[in-house]
């Protein structure tokens, strides 16, 4: 890579480039894959006195017998900056919990074993929801969670579509992307009446976004919850089209949008497309989607296997977002 006139971005703090020559790419198992393709778009572009290099083996992610994790980095980290991407998979299944407490770990270690600077890529961040307190005794979990990852060693962030302004606010050195040009590209080929759908106000800006770089008109719903989180009353306007796109950053149980696609179909809508940048897909969220017959794009955000889902990669993404960083 060319030695860029300006190091860092605006939300951080300029370094030397001879401080960073030597750069490693580490991965947990579930986004090995994603890991690999990254370093092979970015490989071309590096050039001495720079270098770039994923071992196959850097880092395991372990349990003890008790359960508490384990984390050890096998590759030499000293001096070097290492790039480390970790999903909120664990074990095999989507664990925030356990999954933080091995970012924190694979973090501290880096540093600990030298590590000039340390880059978190975390296409899906969990807990950015809950960042502010809606009843009394409540903690701003998106807060902690985003100081906790600073302090435990990490100087830059990158993620992909965060949930929230707010939310955004708590990660001050981050270089947040946007994966809409994905499903830009997927849909140009939608044909009819077609209309996007925000299935709550929250999705409206990204809906929005969306229907005007497909140029088709947008319409969204309005939800009311109470205390518990539970929906009280989703209403949803007239649509004059027979094909909706639902729009949104992420999919977790699917309460929201099961309510929105039985009223529109009332209103004579026969074709759904649900796209989400994140689709955790909770519960029986999965069977309801096969169930309605519903198509599902999503992105490899959160690694996992899933039946009759189009699955869209962040390589590119990820990869251009590297390079502004570095």
Same mark, same amino acid.
């Given at each position: 890579?060319?030695?860029?006139? !300006? ?78 991407? !970790? ?23 880096? !540093?600990?074993?030298?590590? !000039? ?86 999705? /409206? ?120 960083? /570095?």
């Amino acid at each position: 890579m060319k030695s860029p006139k !300006k190091h860092g971005t605006k939300n951080d703090s300029p370094h030397q480039p001879s401080l960073y020559h030597d750069i490693i790419i580490l991965s947990d198992a579930p986004f090995t894959v994603l890991a690999q393709e990254t370093y092979a778009l970015l490989q071309p572009h590096f050039q001495k006195p720079w270098s770039l290099s994923f071992p196959s083996a850097g880092i395991l992610f372990s349990r003890f017998k008790n359960k508490e994790s384990k984390v050890k980095v096998l590759a030499d980290v000293k001096g070097k900056m290492v790039i480390l991407f !970790k999903s909120f998979l664990s074990d095999g299944a989507y664990n925030p919990d356990m999954a933080d407490i091995e970012l924190l770990l694979a973090n501290d270690t880096s !540093k600990q074993a030298g590590a !000039k600077r340390i880059i978190n890529v975390l296409p899906y961040i969990p807990y950015l929801r809950q960042d502010r307190v809606t009843s009394p005794g409540e903690p701003v979990s998106a807060h902690l969670l985003a100081s906790m990852t600073y302090l435990s060693g990490a100087s830059m962030v990158i993620t992909v579509d965060m949930h929230s302004e707010k939310s955004r606010s708590f990660y001050p050195k981050v270089h947040h992307v946007h994966a809409d040009h994905l499903f830009v590209d997927f849909l140009q080929l939608k044909k009819g009446k077609v209309v996007v759908i925000a299935p709550d106000q929250g999705a /409206l800006v990204r809906a929005e976004h969306l229907a005007r770089q497909l140029k088709l008109p947008v319409a969204a719903c309005t939800k009311k919850r109470d205390e518990m989180g539970k929906i009280v009353s989703l209403e949803c306007p007239k649509i004059s089209a027979s094909h909706a796109i639902i729009f949104d950053d992420m999919i977790d149980s699917g309460g929201t949008l099961f309510q929105a696609i039985d009223q529109i179909k009332k209103q004579g809508v026969t074709a759904f497309t649900v796209c989400c940048t994140h689709a955790i897909l909770s519960g029986d969220a999965e069977e309801q989607l096969h169930k309605r017959k519903i198509k599902l794009i999503t992105t490899n955000s959160i690694p996992y296997p899933r039946k009759d889902v189009t699955m869209l990669s962040l390589t590119p993404v990820l990869a251009e977002a590297i390079r502004k960083v /570095l």
